[in-house]
């Protein structure tokens, strides 16, 4: 271990953004949770070609974007936006026209989870399709972590805290990663109760059923894949890319 590394790191879960003031810190990697479906939808990205994601808060800034020429992902209240190339599902990047291009995402909760955080001494994208990598990446680094979830419209969902769960179950196995915040351990419980079959146990949560009556189902299924990808996007000036 290097000189100078936190033995100790502190592992915590904050369920929204709107909450993320109270557990700012200078040091912590923030991860970045949008289960359904802005964290899939751009570790799907990566994984099939995305050369850089630029997340933009507003439509208004993806729009100048598409302007200029870019491709443009915007999805509001779980639809895409008239005028654009996606919108939110990770099914819409599995596409060839995507490798090597550099796609700006604007989303209702996920890029908003993003901007709030941007500032923090690491920022990287968490999601079931990349947990694996995820963890041990973050277990090589012995910092601090904050799991960020994106929630919905500023409210909880159980989507991101059980997968929030499913991180801090896993890195609290390494001795560096005792100290667990208790919302950390309550994530870590949900988790717990319904990893068995994760499908069954979000059957009833609001933002399934909102996906749902959307028609998109085949994209709650997708997102709840467990490593289906190596890659960790990670934040750097304002910008996604692909971590070495």
């Known amino acids: 271990m290097s000189e100078g590394s936190n033995r100790n790191a502190k592992v915590e879960v904050c369920f929204t953004p ?14 970045i ?22 997340p ?18 915007a999805e509001r209240n779980g639809m895409q936006l008239d005028g654009f190339d996606f919108g939110n599902s990770p099914l819409s990047y599995m596409t060839d026209k995507i490798k090597g291009q550099t796609i700006v995402l604007t989303t209702t909760n996920g890029t908003q989870a993003i901007e709030v955080s941007k500032d923090a001494y690491k920022v990287v994208i968490g999601s079931f399709l990349n947990m694996g990598a995820l963890c041990n990446w973050l277990i090589g680094q012995n ?9 919905w419209k500023d409210r909880f969902n159980l989507e991101d805290a059980m997968f929030a769960g499913a991180v801090v179950n896993e890195i609290s196995k390494h001795k560096d990663f005792e100290d667990l915040g208790d919302s950390a351990l309550a994530a870590k419980y949900l988790f717990q109760t319904g990893f068995k079959n994760p499908y069954r146990f979000l059957a009833n949560s609001s933002h399934k059923e909102r996906l749902a009556k959307l028609g998109l189902k085949d994209d709650v299924k997708y997102c709840l ?19 070495d």
């Open 18 to 31: 709107g909450s993320y003031p109270v557990y700012k810190t200078d040091n912590s990697i923030v991860v």
């Open 33 to 54: 949770i949008d289960i359904l479906r802005a964290t899939s939808a751009i570790c799907a990205a990566f994984e099939y070609g995305a050369a850089k994601m630029i």
């Open 56 to 73: 933009v808060a507003t439509v208004e800034e993806a729009m100048e974007y598409k302007k200029k020429g870019f491709l443009v992902g």
């Open 143 to 151: 910092k601090n972590v904050l799991l960020l979830g994106s929630g």
């Open 225 to 243: 894949q467990v490593d289906k990808t190596n890659v960790i996007p990670v934040l750097e000036n304002g910008v996604l890319v692909k971590m």
